[in-house]
């Protein structure tokens, strides 16, 4: 599979002279199953972006969103191809009370949008996950409920013996330190192991995060202790503050790789194109 970034900040879109080479754009991240099939995960400013680069008319277009946090969800009706009559796209989301297009269209109407989800021309599918597993294209696609206020999905998309593990939103030692439990208390553990890429949310440094404990985030050394236990083959760091500079992710990246080791770990950067 390959997987382009096309958002990779949290909270809220960062644009500026000191977040241009990372990337200003919040969450969305583009699968491209070998078969052609697009999956897209999460729908952050990114996503306008890739919707003018994408081909509606060459296949289903998959939306997996993790949760409904404005960061996740406020690029979606600049998406161009829900504008295409032939667009063929469905938006999966987690279960929780209310169907999933209502929940959306909150905040995606009146007054805070000049169009609704009623109107738009190529009529996508809303759907909450089905299970714990289900199939998209050629891939198996594996969601779990993860550490994060709200209900807040991960995602494992597998295809043949290549998985992508993606956890944007995620707190897994919020109960303590990971070395205090076994791996299968460990939020998220089942999804990220043995991933060939795991992409985890680093919001916070270490010395950040005692004040924002709770919050829904990990620290960086959290994030990378879980990708140690998980026995990820590449880890990629995501969803990076607001504030964080990009001077401030070099040296992040430093010592990330000084911990897993060069080619184990890296920051993720908006525009990066990997082959998983």
Known sequence: ????????????????????????????????????????????????????????????????LTHLHVDHIQGLLFFAPLFQPDADVTVWGPPARGSLESRIGRYLSAPLSPVELRELPSEPSFRGCPGPEWTIGSAQVHAQLVVHRGPTLGYRVAEGDTSLCYLPDHEPALGGPLGDYEDEWISGFALANEASLLIHDCQYSDAEYAAY?????????????????????????FHHDPLRSDDQLDALERRAVERLGEGAVGVAMEGAELEV
């Open 213 to 237: 404990r709770g919050w829904g985030h990990s620290s960086a050394g959290d994030a990378l202790e879980f990708a140690t236990r998980s026995h990820a083959r590449r880890t990629l760091l």
């Open 1 to 64: 599979m390959r997987v382009k970034l096309w958002g990779t900040r949290g909270s809220v879109p960062a644009p500026g002279r000191e977040t241009a080479r990372y990337g200003g754009n919040t969450s969305c991240v583009q699968v491209t199953l070998a078969g052609g099939t697009t999956i897209v995960l999460d729908a952050g400013t990114g996503i306008r972006a890739l919707g003018l680069a994408l081909d509606a008319a060459a296949g289903p277009i998959h939306i997996l």
